[in-house]
């Protein structure tokens, strides 16, 4: 069975499969980018990775982005944790989520 990250956004599911998370990444300030280990190629040759970029308006500074990122991370630990029957993990990370998006990113080693 798979785990999911489940966000309820304006009456709309977002599930992100926690088995293709690669990593779990700050973004500007209010966002984290929650990146996916399935990689493309641009026309330049660049590696890019699918994810989500996860907005909590009120993490509105680096402290608080870095306290987001935090609660996400021990969110996916904790829904690992729980019994493989319930393969939904309902996010409510530390800040309430206010907005989600879906994204591709150059991602370097």
Same mark, same amino acid.
């Given at each position: 069975?798979?785990?999911?990250?489940? =966000?309820?956004? &304006?009456? /709309?599911?977002?599930?992100?499969?926690? #088995?293709?998370? !690669?990593?779990?990444? +700050?973004? *500007?300030?209010?966002?984290?980018?929650?990146?996916?280990?399935?990689?493309?190629?641009?026309?330049?040759?660049?590696?890019?990775?699918?994810?989500?970029? =996860?907005?909590? &308006?009120? /993490?509105?500074?680096?402290?608080?982005? #870095?306290?987001? !990122?935090?609660?996400? +991370?021990? *969110?996916?630990?904790?829904?690992?944790?729980?019994?493989?029957?319930?393969?939904?993990?309902?996010?409510?990370?530390?800040?309430?989520?206010?907005?989600?998006?879906?994204?591709?990113?150059?991602?370097?080693?």
């Amino acid at each position: 069975m798979e785990k999911f990250l489940k =966000i309820s956004l &304006s009456d /709309a599911y977002h599930l992100i499969p926690i #088995k293709n998370i !690669l990593g779990v990444e +700050v973004g *500007a300030n209010s966002k984290v980018k929650i990146l996916y280990n399935v990689v493309g190629h641009t026309a330049t040759g660049a590696s890019e990775v699918l994810g989500f970029e =996860i907005t909590a &308006s009120t /993490a509105s500074d680096a402290a608080k982005t #870095k306290e987001q !990122l935090n609660s996400i +991370v021990d *969110a996916i630990e904790t829904a690992l944790q729980t019994s493989w029957v319930k393969p939904y993990f309902v996010l409510e990370p530390k800040y309430v989520i206010t907005g989600v998006a879906q994204i591709e990113v150059e991602y370097s080693a």
